[in-house]
């Protein structure tokens, strides 16, 4: 890695900016007075980052992008919030993230190993975990909470207030307006789910056993023959020795009274939740 830093002539970095070892800030780039830049992070060109945000170690961020800009809230007040970026980010071109409001959390936070493809957006006082994709023209509104291992299809829209569960991945286009259960898919206008994101629960290496056992929960937890409330409970005593399980079943005991869960399509449970052999 290069050690020395560089601070191309036609680029703006404010009294008061930290830039660490080997930070390449490109042609017309401007990096405010509270930023901090780490090691080894490169702004190609024409990059803007403002305000107090923190851009972790070997990131790259791509023309255009701006990060760190006032939240689109109206209720800010303009007090100082936060944007903490993680280590080894990709942020491609025309991606904004904003800073936190100063009436609710007050920072918006981005895990490590993300990748944020052109024109995604991150509004304030979202949190999202590592390992997370977004395809291009994938968007958050404010308050958010996204998991590790999440993937976001292209021009997806998620509602204020969503949380997303971990390894869950959400189909390109879809608006999702409501929470959606760790390892879950949603797909659609109104996002519904369509089982369980096989695809990623195969490529974490999970074992078909917990799988299976993960399929069996999902079966329980939405069989419309009972109330949601005690399909819970019931599988909370099944399943209680399946640590994946009990994700599901403690995100959905967790979702307080602003959320509600996205349903299965109906009909679709069993369709979709065939074991694994």
Same mark, same amino acid.
């Given at each position: +890695?290069?050690?020395?830093?560089?601070?191309?002539?036609?680029? =703006?970095?404010? /009294?008061?900016?930290?830039?660490?070892?080997?930070?390449?800030?490109? /042609?017309?780039?401007?990096?405010?007075?509270?930023?901090?830049?780490?090691?080894?992070?490169?702004? %190609?060109?024409?990059?803007?980052?403002?305000?107090?945000?923190?851009? #972790?170690?070997?990131?790259?961020? *791509?023309?255009?992008?701006?990060?760190?800009?006032? /939240?689109?809230? +109206?209720?800010?007040?303009?007090?100082?919030?936060?944007?903490?970026?993680?280590?080894?980010?990709?942020?491609?071109?025309f991606v904004t993230m904003n800073t936190?409001?100063?009436n609710s959390r007050g920072a918006t936070?981005?895990?490590?190993?993300? $990748?944020?493809?052109?024109?995604?957006?991150?509004?304030?006082?979202? =949190?999202?975990?590592?390992?997370?994709?977004?395809?291009?023209?994938?968007?958050?509104? #404010?308050?958010?909470?996204? #998991?590790?291992?999440?993937?976001?299809?292209?021009?997806?829209?998620? *509602?204020?207030?969503?949380? =997303?569960?971990? $390894?869950?991945?959400?189909?390109?286009?879809?608006?999702?307006?409501?929470?959606? %259960?760790?390892?879950?898919?949603?797909?659609? $206008?109104? @996002?519904?789910?369509?089982?369980? $994101? +096989?695809? #990623?629960?195969?490529?974490?290496?999970? !074992?078909?056993?917990?799988?299976?056992?993960?399929?069996?929960?999902?079966?329980?937890?939405?069989?419309?023959?009972?109330?949601?409330?005690?399909?819970?409970?019931?599988?909370?005593?099944?399943?209680?020795? !399946?640590?994946?399980?009990?994700?599901? =079943?403690?995100? %959905?005991?967790?979702?307080?009274?602003? *959320?509600?869960?996205? /349903?299965?399509?109906?009909?679709?449970?069993?369709?979709? @939740?065939?074991?694994?052999?």
């Amino acid at each position: +890695m290069q050690t020395e830093t560089f601070v191309h002539p036609s680029a =703006v970095v404010e /009294p008061g900016a930290q830039l660490g070892a080997g930070a390449h800030i490109g /042609p017309f780039c401007h990096v405010g007075p509270e930023v901090v830049i780490g090691a080894g992070t490169r702004l %190609i060109s024409h990059v803007t980052v403002l305000g107090a945000t923190t851009l #972790g170690e070997n990131c790259t961020v *791509h023309s255009q992008a701006v990060l760190g800009g006032l /939240p689109q809230n +109206m209720s800010h007040k303009g007090g100082r919030t936060t944007l903490t970026i993680g280590n080894n980010c990709t942020i491609r071109e025309f991606v904004t993230m904003n800073t936190g409001t100063d009436n609710s959390r007050g920072a918006t936070i981005v895990g490590d190993n993300c $990748n944020f493809l052109a024109y995604c957006h991150v509004a304030h006082d979202c =949190v999202i975990g590592n390992n997370v994709t977004f395809a291009n023209g994938a968007t958050l509104a #404010g308050h958010c909470e996204i #998991g590790d291992n999440v993937g976001i299809g292209g021009l997806s829209a998620v *509602h204020q207030f969503v949380r =997303v569960g971990r $390894n869950a991945f959400l189909a390109g286009g879809s608006m999702i307006a409501g929470d959606v %259960i760790p390892f879950g898919i949603a797909v659609g $206008n109104r @996002a519904k789910l369509r089982g369980l $994101n +096989m695809v #990623g629960l195969r490529r974490s290496g999970m !074992s078909k056993a917990e799988i299976n056992t993960l399929l069996r929960a999902y079966r329980t937890i939405f069989d419309r023959s009972r109330p949601v409330s005690e399909n819970i409970e019931i599988a909370r005593a099944e399943f209680a020795d !399946s640590p994946t399980a009990m994700l599901i =079943v403690d995100f %959905i005991s967790d979702r307080g009274k602003r *959320h509600y869960t996205v /349903p299965p399509v109906k009909g679709a449970v069993d369709d979709d @939740a065939d074991d694994q052999d």
